[in-house]
């Protein structure tokens, strides 16, 4: 399973971005799927997930009521919008799917070990 993450770049603070998720050949359809982030010096950090129904969303407490999960089944993509963009957001951004489920859970989902099978990353940078 390859997953592609992309949609990152450099942008001013207050901005916004889309990321994508994608798996060319695999149907993300059934799973959950998680967004983490990495900045530089710190430990990779679990910030969303989508259900397969897409009816449970959850964030990190950082990012709620700036970003916003979402899946498109035709399309076999999610997305995550970053709106208001702060400094601290600037980090390389992953996506990654939970085959042993399809809901996401409050506890664990941000934990690294939910997840089976990971993205490249996608690099976002906010500029102060």
């Known amino acids: 399973v390859q997953l592609q993450a992309s949609g990152g770049g450099l942008v001013q603070f207050g901005s916004s971005l889309r990321l994508s998720c994608a798996a060319p050949?695999?149907?993300?359809?059934?799973?959950?799927i998680g967004w983490f982030r990495q900045a530089p010096g710190k430990e990779r950090e679990g910030i969303s997930c989508i259900g397969s129904s897409a009816g449970s969303t959850y964030y990190r407490d950082s990012v709620k009521g700036r970003f916003t999960i979402s899946r498109d089944k035709a399309k076999n993509t999610v997305y995550l919008q970053l709106n208001s963009l702060k400094p601290e957001d600037t980090a390389v951004y992953y996506c990654a799917a939970n085959l042993m489920r399809s809901v996401c859970v409050a506890d664990t989902f941000t934990r690294n070990y939910e997840y089976d099978y990971w993205g490249q990353g996608t690099q976002v940078t906010v500029s102060s």
């Open positions: 050949g695999f149907s993300l359809d059934g799973y959950a």
